[in-house]
C-alpha cells in the first residue's frame, strides 16, 4: 500500500495542487490522506476542500478545523481567530463547515505490527506539537499507550522522521504553509514494505507571490500578518536557528 499524507494546507490551494501534480509525477498513490488544518490563514478554503473531495481523500480533522467547525469547543479563543473563523464560516457555507465538523480525529491503515496511524497533532490531542527533539517524558504522555508502530502527523509544520521505544515517528510538515526556513510545499509518501513503512518526504515549488496577492484580494482579516507569515516561511522561534 503507498499512502501519500496531506497536512497543513491552511487555504493554499495553488501549494496543494502543485504537490498534487508532484505526486503524480511521483507515480500517485492507492489513498490520498488529509491530515487536518486545510482553512484558516490562506485564501482559498473553499476550494482547497472541494479539492479534497473531488480526489476522494480521507480526511482527519485538525485543531483549527476544529475551531472552525465548533468555535465554544476552545477555552480560551483569541479575538483575532475568532474574527477569522466568522470569515471562513462565511467562505465556507454550512455544508463545508458541517463536512470539517465531521471529520474523524485519526485514521488508522494495516494490522498488528504494522500498523500506520495519522493524526493532526498526536494522538491524545490536536493541539500539542511534537517537536523533533521532543523530550522522552512528553512523549510517554502523549504516545505511550499507542500500539500502532508508525505514527504520522503534521501541524508542525517541519518534516522529520525519528524512532521513539521502536516507533517510527513521522511529521510529513505542511503542504501548504511551511514554517522550516524552506519555502516550498511538503508532504510524504508512505509506503508499506515487509516489516514496516517507507518514507519518502517530497518539497515543492510553488508560486509565494502569487499566493500572498491571492490573500490581499481575498477580504481574509488580518492580511497582512498572513502574508508576512506565507514570506517568512519559518517560526519565530527559529530566526537563529533556520537560517
Same mark, same amino acid.
Given at each position: 500500500? %503507498?499512502?501519500?499524507? @496531506? ?8 501549494? @496543494? ?33 472541494? %479539492?479534497?473531495? &473531488? ?18 469547543? &476552545?477555552?480560551?479563543? +483569541? ?21 470539517? %465538523? +465531521? ?32 523530550? /522522552? &517524558?512528553?512523549? &510517554?504522555?502523549?504516545?505511550?499507550? =499507542? ?23 513521522? /511529521? ?9 526556513? +524552506? ?14 513503512? =517507507? ?6 515549488? @510553488? ?23 506565507? %514570506? ?12
Amino acid at each position: 500500500m %503507498r499512502i501519500a499524507i @496531506f497536512s497543513d494546507i491552511h487555504g493554499n490551494l495553488l501549494a @496543494f495542487d502543485a504537490c498534487l501534480a508532484d505526486l503524480a509525477n511521483q507515480g500517485g498513490a492507492d489513498v490520498i490522506v488529509g491530515a487536518g488544518d486545510y482553512c484558516f490563514d490562506g485564501p482559498k478554503p473553499k476550494r482547497v476542500l472541494q %479539492r479534497l473531495q &473531488e480526489i476522494g481523500a480521507q480526511c482527519l480533522r485538525g485543531n483549527s478545523d476544529r475551531l472552525i467547525a465548533n468555535p465554544g469547543s &476552545e477555552t480560551v479563543v +483569541d479575538p483575532d481567530d475568532l474574527e477569522q473563523v466568522a470569515w471562513q464560516q462565511k467562505e465556507l457555507g454550512e455544508k463545508l463547515v458541517g463536512w470539517l %465538523r +465531521d471529520l474523524p480525529a485519526e485514521l488508522r491503515f494495516g494490522d498488528g505490527a504494522d500498523q500506520l496511524l495519522v493524526v493532526h497533532a498526536n494522538p491524545v490531542n490536536d493541539y500539542e506539537h511534537i517537536w523533533p527533539d521532543c523530550g /522522552d &517524558e512528553d512523549l &510517554e504522555r502523549l504516545l505511550g499507550k =499507542e500500539a500502532a508502530s508508525t505514527i504520522a502527523f503534521g501541524h508542525l509544520h517541519l518534516p522529520f522522521v525519528r524512532t521513539w521505544r521502536g516507533k517510527l515517528l513521522v /511529521d510529513v510538515a505542511s503542504a501548504g504553509l511551511p514554517k522550516d526556513g +524552506d519555502p516550498r510545499a511538503g508532504y510524504a509518501i508512505l509506503t508499506q514494505r515487509s516489516g514496516g513503512w =517507507e518514507v519518502k518526504h517530497r518539497r515543492v515549488t @510553488f508560486d509565494v507571490k502569487k499566493v500572498a496577492t491571492q490573500l490581499t484580494a481575498s477580504g481574509i482579516p488580518n492580511c497582512a500578518e498572513h502574508v508576512n507569515t506565507l %514570506r517568512r516561511h519559518r517560526y519565530k522561534k527559529l530566526k537563529t536557528i533556520v537560517p
